[in-house]
């Protein structure tokens, strides 16, 4: 398997490291044949070849199984024709990332304030409200005249379809629970053929049992009993700000693995941002990029239908609760070790 590295911004290279270390003991434990191509994007993309993403990055990715992406920092970034464009909004375009897959879980060892959960955002990535993804030309905010501006969210059958598939499928390995989140009281249309077209492909699964929930009504059930969601299925914007909420609910952004797949290609990039505060002090947890990364050996081994990838997923997983139950970790979830000591910390149980 070969996998592109891009280390990113802020605590990106530090985080980034500890990842491939971590995939680097798992594929010597289970002869994964992975090989790394490293390479970069972003502000070190925008010095050296005066453009953040570049076509030749883009085809190294094609040739690629995979890319493990750092976190981007993109505010900065006001002009595309001048090479300013988001690399994690690029690669998710260009790559067709359909689905993002966001977990949020509680881990013996800390105290959760919300009590135990285990649940998974699965966010539909590549339409809806967010401007810069919508329509081929580019922009969907619209400025009417100077105080009157419109921002168009697109819903399309196809998108709502295969967000839903992969959001069953999910559930199928877990605990056989869909929750879909909308707010087809006001967006009637869109949300309204969401709802419909997840109902639609959830025939296709009897096994799975499915509610839906109006997307501010969650935020209380979320909140108020996190145990009782499984696989939670909605559209862009509403699982952009549901999966930071339950990210944070787990005990710490540093937790928030997150995987954007497509059918071809899948990009694994922590769920947060580049935390310019803690970056280059040695601070970051770095299992939100580790779990991340196992989330790509998962989606390979599925692909592939090749049972090691999945093993080996599995035992990183295993190796980050581990590594959280006996505190060898950061401080955000309890530990008191550094970003490299904590990654220590889980190759030797990736090893072992
Ligand atoms: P960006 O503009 O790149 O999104 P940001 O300043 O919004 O950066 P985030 O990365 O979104 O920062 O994170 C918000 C805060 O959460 C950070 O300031 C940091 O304190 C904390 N945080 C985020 N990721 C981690 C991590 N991996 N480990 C520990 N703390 C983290
Ligand atoms: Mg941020």
Redesign the pocket.
Same mark, same amino acid.
């Given at each position: 398997m070969k996998i592109v590295v891009i280390p990113g911004d !802020? +605590?990106g290279p530090e $985080?980034v490291a500890v990842a491939v270390d971590v995939l680097k003991a798992a594929s010597q434990r289970f002869d994964l044949g992975l090989v790394f191509e490293h390479d970069i994007a972003g502000h070190d993309s925008l010095k050296q070849h005066g453009a953040t993403v570049t076509p030749a990055l883009l085809e190294k990715v094609k040739a690629a199984d995979g890319l493990l992406l750092g976190?981007m *920092?993109t505010?900065d970034f006001k002009d595309e024709a001048k090479g300013e464009i988001n690399p994690s909004k690029f690669f998710r375009k260009e790559l067709d990332l359909h689905a993002n897959i966001r977990p949020a879980r509680t881990y013996p060892g800390m105290k959760p304030r919300l009590g135990e959960f285990d649940l998974v955002v699965v966010r539909e990535n590549t339409e809806g409200f967010y401007a810069d993804r919508n329509i081929e030309s580019g922009n969907s905010e619209m400025q009417i005249t100077a105080d009157v501006v419109v921002s168009l969210r697109r819903i399309t059958r196809f998108c709502c379809e295969r967000i839903a598939r992969s959001a069953f499928e999910l559930a199928m390995t877990r605990k056989k629970h869909v929750t879909i989140v909308h707010k087809a009281n006001v967006l009637k249309r869109g949300d309204g053929m969401f709802i419909d077209v997840c109902h639609e492909v959830g025939k296709e699964f009897p096994e799975v049992v499915v509610d839906d929930v109006i997307v501010d009504a969650m935020m209380a059930h979320v909140v108020r009993a996190p145990q009782r969601y499984d696989v939670i299925v909605t559209t862009n914007m509403f699982g952009d700000i549901l999966s930071d909420l339950t990210a944070e609910m787990s005990g %710490? &952004? !540093?937790l928030g693995g997150s995987l954007n797949a497509g059918r071809e290609y899948a990009m694994g990039q *922590?769920a947060? !941002? %580049?935390?310019? @505060? +803690?970056a280059g002090q040695d &601070? *970051?947890?770095p299992i %939100?990029q580790v779990l991340s990364a196992a989330m790509l050996l998962n989606w390979h081994g599925q692909r592939k239908g090749d049972r090691k990838f999945i093993e080996a997923a599995a035992v990183i997983e295993r190796a980050i609760a581990d590594s959280i139950a006996a505190q060898e970790c $950061?401080r @955000?979830v309890g530990g008191k070790l550094g970003t490299r000591e904590s990654g220590v910390a889980m190759v030797k149980r990736v090893a072992a």
């Open positions: !802020g +605590i $985080t976190p *920092a505010y %710490s &952004l !540093g *922590a947060h !941002g %580049s935390a310019p @505060d +803690i &601070l *970051a947890n %939100s $950061t @955000d």
